[in-house]
Structure formats: C-alpha cells, structure tokens
C-alpha cells in the first residue's frame, strides 16, 4: 500500500466547509484512495473512496488531482460532529488474503463553534 | 449506521483468566475482522474471517483465537489473559468484491483492562 502524509491537525469554523488534504505521490495504477474518520471512543467509520474521478456521497466529497499523487476530503458545512481524526489510506483492491486495512496516524480535525 | 454490535462494551478481568468478545451482524457481510487499537500502534488486525469457519492470522495473533460457526457471528477469544492485552477492541465487517472489501464498517468497540 503507499505511503500517505496529513498534516497532524486543522481547525475548521461551523458551517464553513473543511479540506483536509492528503499526499500520496508514490500511489500506483490500481490503488484507491479511501478516507475514514474516527470520532473520539468509537469505532472508525469509512466516509468514501475513489480512483481517479472526483466522487461525493452525503457524506463528504473526494478530489482527486490528475496525478493521482495527492487528494482532498472535503466536508461541505462542517458540524461539531465531525470533530473527528480524519484517515487517508490508498490501497489496491484485494482478492487474496491481506485484508488488513493500515491506519496511519490521520489529521485530527476540530470543528469549532 | 451498520448493525454490528460488540459485547460485552467493557470489561475488566484478571491475568490469567480466559475473556471472549462477541461481534454480532445483521448485515450478513461475508467478512468479519478483529482489531486492537492501542495509543501510539494505531488499529492492528488480530484474525479476520472469509466466510463460516474460515479464519485466517492478522499481524498481532499470538493469545488469541477466534471462531466463526455462523455468518452473524464471529468471536475472539484470550485463552490465559495477559496484561498486554488490554485495549480497546473493535470488529469490522466487509463484503467481497474488489472495491467493497476495503469498505469496512467497525463496530462500537469493547474497552478491556486486564489487571
């Protein structure tokens, strides 16, 4: 899987929308991006993923520039509740028997009032 | 929000003593996992499960076993508890396919403290 850096923390005011970015320059052909986050004593919860096109869910859109070296989370109205480490892992599809899925250390985002 | 529920949520046991965790689905998802997560380790796989019965090794599997005899269900088992093993654990479950099997949903985690 390769490698991603986030920046260790942003700040973000309420209602404004929230860009967390994420480089992954040694990303291969068939490695996805995908994006997690992990609110404070729960579980982590996936957000979204993609390959090369840009892609949005209710959740959250994913930006993918044309060289697929780095991505952008964007959270359009940020809410207190998505106080949260955000997570960026790439990772090509598996078939086989590696399912492990590696958390590095995320940017923690904090949704101020 | 996915129906994946672990129990028990806390637990706090003795050294030595033996600890099951339960992870239950609703979703019938082909795939269960187990992970640990400690500060400064982030979230490490422990067993994970491919469908009734087969279960393979994660990367931190020593003192633990699982079992899996049915699709809802996938338990994790500290035979002789050790004080190492305190930390929260979370299950996940996924479906297979190229893409959904990176779409993991966790469970809400159970906090155990081995004294």
């Known amino acids: 899987d390769a490698k991603t850096t986030q920046p260790t923390s942003m700040d973000c005011a309420e209602g404004r929308a929230a860009n967390l970015p994420c480089n992954h320059s040694t990303i291969s052909g068939n490695e996805y991006v995908y994006w997690y986050r992990q609110i404070h004593s729960q579980g982590p919860q996936y957000i979204i993923h993609g390959l090369k096109n840009n892609e949005t869910n209710e959740m959250a859109s994913l930006i993918i520039t044309e060289d697929r070296k780095s991505s952008t989370l964007i959270l359009p109205h940020a809410t207190l509740r998505d106080t949260a480490v955000y997570y960026c892992?790439?990772?090509?599809?598996?078939?086989?028997?590696?399912?492990?899925?590696?958390f590095g250390k995320g940017t923690l985002l904090t949704v101020n009032p | 929000d996915a129906g994946i529920t672990q129990s028990p949520r806390h637990k706090v046991t003795e050294t030595g003593t033996p600890v099951t965790l339960r992870c239950h689905q609703t979703e019938n998802h082909r795939y269960m996992y187990w992970y640990r997560q400690d500060p400064g380790h982030g979230l490490r796989l422990i067993h994970y499960?491919?469908?009734?019965?087969?279960?393979d090794k994660g990367e931190v599997s020593d003192g633990y076993s699982v079992s899996r005899s049915k699709t809802e269900d996938f338990l994790l088992t500290l035979e002789s508890a050790t004080s190492s093993q305190t930390s929260v654990y979370f299950c996940?479950?996924?479906?297979?396919?190229?893409?959904?099997?990176?779409?993991?949903?966790f469970g809400p985690g159970t906090r155990l403290t081995v004294l």
């Open positions: 892992i790439v990772r090509a599809p598996r078939g086989g028997s590696n399912y492990k899925l590696t």
């Open positions: 996940a479950i996924s479906e297979p396919g190229a893409q959904r099997v990176n779409e993991q949903f």
């Open positions: 499960s491919y469908g009734v019965k087969d279960t």
